[in-house]
């Protein structure tokens, strides 16, 4: 676990240091099938120039997976916090990298539900570790959203934008589904 540990963070600094050297694709393409990112090369891209152009800055992420590590290397001497409902994942990616700082949190909707909860919105109690602060940038990549069951990401956004600092970045993963397009 700790060879896979200094791996992956190893991996992704070298193919970050790559990606700024020559902006290239190659590297990206890299990153994500070698962290296993669920993100297409040009998202991922676009995700990376946005943070450069930011950093080092306050980061924060909704949802956690194996591009975590990537975003904590990405934004080296800022401060990178993740937001994950998840126990289990959550423990799945803070056992793989220890110092990767998280807050858990329950969400209260429904994906099917994405109509309703935006005419009224349910806030998402975020602690104040969150909401202590005003975040350069933020990346709703959470929580799941791909059955009707599943939380859905409306609160994450809401949520996302109340904590964003005037000026900062807040950028979608999977803008392209209906409710996160709304």
Known sequence: LVRYRLWERRFAADRLGEWRATRSLRPVRALRRGLNVQMRDGELAHLLETLEARRPCSLLVFGMGNDSVLWCEANRGGQ??????????????????????????VYGTRAAEW??????????FLPRTVTGQAWDMVLVDGPAAYTDDSPGRVQSVLAARRVLAPGGSLLVHDCDRRPERA
Do not use: C, G, K, N
């Open 80 to 105: 990178t916090l993740f937001v994950e409902d998840d126990p289990y994942w959550e423990a799945v990616i803070r056992q793989r990298h220890p110092s990767i700082q998280s807050q858990r949190v």
């Open 115 to 124: 109509r309703a909860d935006l005419a009224r919105p349910t806030p998402l």
